[in-house]
């Protein structure tokens, strides 16, 4: 039978603009007590950007955490506007990373991101009818962010899934959904 664990005692270590490390002393089910160390983190929106029904759109961009560029979808985290509408962080995240605007943005789940050590939470919006945003209306993007936009296709995607090559978390939940929403 699964047990609930006891906080008994908790210390922030380290405390950043996006996430902290928190450290727990905890009693088992058992009266032993263990320590778990837990990254507090923003949540987070991730948007499936359709082109069209077969298409959307990927950002290949270098990411320190694994030394390599990855493919993924648009994502960003929110800040103290978006708490209570995360709606408004997928229309930032578009016109920052995209240079694009939706018709439509429609949520679609939440899911947490690493349950295993950290509390990210990420929001997975759907954003069609995809428009250019004028030069004059686009914002800046983050320090140093740089990308490559990729429209692929549902068929090109999931030759990458099967063959491994898609290992962005976020993106790979997506291409599920968006194959669940093809049956």
Not at 134 to 149: N, W
Not at 152 to 175: C, H, P, R, W, Y
Request: glycine share 4%.
């Amino acid at each position: 039978m699964a047990e609930k664990e006891i906080v008994t005692d908790t210390k922030t270590v380290y405390e950043g603009p996006i996430f902290s490390v928190e450290t727990q002393s905890v009693q088992l089910y058992n009266n032993q007590t263990s320590q778990r160390d837990i990254v507090r983190h923003v949540p987070a929106i991730s948007v499936l950007a359709m082109v069209d029904d077969d298409h959307i759109i990927l950002e290949k961009q270098w990411r320190a955490t694994i030394g390599d560029f990855i493919l993924e979808i648009p994502a960003g985290k929110l800040d103290e506007r978006d708490f209570d509408a995360p709606h408004h962080a997928v229309v930032r995240e578009l016109n920052e990373e995209l240079r694009m605007s939706a018709g439509t943005i429609e949520k679609a789940f939440g899911f947490v991101e690493t349950v295993g050590f950290s509390d990210a939470y990420m929001h997975l919006y759907v954003a069609k009818d995809l428009q250019p945003i004028a030069k004059s209306d686009q914002l800046p993007r983050d320090l140093g962010e740089t990308m490559d936009l990729i429209t692929i296709s549902f068929d090109d995607l999931k030759e990458m899934f099967e063959a491994g090559k898609l290992n962005d978390q976020k993106t790979v939940t997506a291409f599920l959904y968006w194959a669940y929403l093809r049956g």
